[in-house]
């Protein structure tokens, strides 16, 4: 009896990582970090609401160096996620489908979310 050679899967070595596949990972990742996000800001406003000792103390968290970091990334999360989603409906209406659209649509993104994060957090840092 012959042995008869089967198809590989894409996955076992004929399909090459794409910057499509981590930037649509990020998408779902910073989803969710917004999502806990809402909960932070949540907080934020109950205890703004709730007595100025439950606001210095949310106040003192945010203002610590891991509030700080957590701020930073859902300002990153939030731009990442604005600018991707909009990539998405330029993909919905059929547009830049192309690989290199695709990929420099993608890179463009990932820039354009890193400086507007930057540039916000710079802009509320000096108020």
Request: proline share 3%; with cysteine.
């Amino acid at each position: 009896m012959a042995v008869r050679s089967r198809p590989l899967s894409p996955h076992l070595g004929i399909y090459r990582w794409q910057i499509s596949n981590t930037l649509s990972i990020v998408h779902r990742l910073t989803g969710a970090g917004l999502c806990v996000g809402l909960l932070a800001l949540t907080y934020w406003l109950v205890a703004l609401a709730a007595s100025p000792v439950r606001y210095a103390a949310a106040a003192g968290f945010f203002a610590s160096i891991p509030g700080l970091a957590l701020i930073a990334g859902w300002t990153f999360a939030f731009f990442y996620h604005l600018l991707n989603g909009i990539r998405h409906l330029f993909w919905d209406a059929g547009l830049g489908f192309e690989r290199t659209q695709r990929r420099v649509s993608g890179w463009l993104v990932v820039a354009a979310a890193a400086l507007l994060g930057a540039a916000t957090l710079l802009l509320f840092w000096h108020r």
